[in-house]
């Protein structure tokens, strides 16, 4: 299984989807573009972006590796964001999924979408 945040590092009242464990209980990690942080490269993305946007409460999941989009749960709205990382605060924000599971389903088409072009 993955090195995920530990209940000490995560943000109080947060704890991950069972939908997002499951995904990550089969190994499905690699879903290029997608791929589902683990490790220290969590723990560094997870700092980077609370120094960079002190003003969001996030909780990064996933990574796009073909650009600086982050995936992660954003705790005050209650849905997934897609941060665009790096960018201005305030100019960040890409994408909103209801979800994990609607994020799940558009990383999907983009696994698809990405196949088709390599």
């Given at each position: 299984?993955c090195?995920?945040?530990?209940?000490?590092?995560?943000?109080?009242?947060?704890?991950?989807?069972?939908?997002?464990?499951?995904?990550?209980?089969?190994?499905?990690?690699?879903?290029?573009?997608?791929?589902?942080?683990?490790?220290?490269?969590?723990?560094?993305?997870?700092?980077?972006?609370?120094?960079?946007?002190?003003?969001?409460?996030?909780?990064p999941?996933?990574?796009?590796?073909?650009?600086?989009?982050?995936?992660?749960?954003d705790?005050?709205?209650?849905?997934?964001?897609?941060?665009?990382?790096?960018?201005?605060?305030?100019?960040?924000?890409?994408?909103?999924?209801?979800?994990?599971?609607?994020?799940?389903?558009?990383?999907?088409?983009?696994?698809?979408?990405?196949?088709?072009?390599?």
């Amino acid at each position: 299984m993955c090195d995920l945040l530990s209940g000490s590092e995560l943000p109080d009242g947060f704890a991950y989807p069972p939908e997002f464990l499951r995904v990550v209980e089969l190994g499905l990690t690699n879903l290029e573009p997608w791929w589902i942080f683990d490790g220290q490269q969590l723990r560094t993305r997870a700092s980077g972006l609370k120094s960079r946007y002190p003003e969001r409460s996030l909780v990064p999941f996933a990574r796009r590796e073909d650009n600086d989009d982050v995936a992660c749960w954003d705790l005050a709205e209650g849905d997934v964001a897609v941060i665009h990382d790096f960018s201005s605060p305030g100019r960040e924000l890409r994408q909103r999924y209801p979800d994990f599971n609607a994020w799940l389903r558009q990383a999907i088409e983009d696994l698809i979408e990405h196949g088709v072009r390599t």
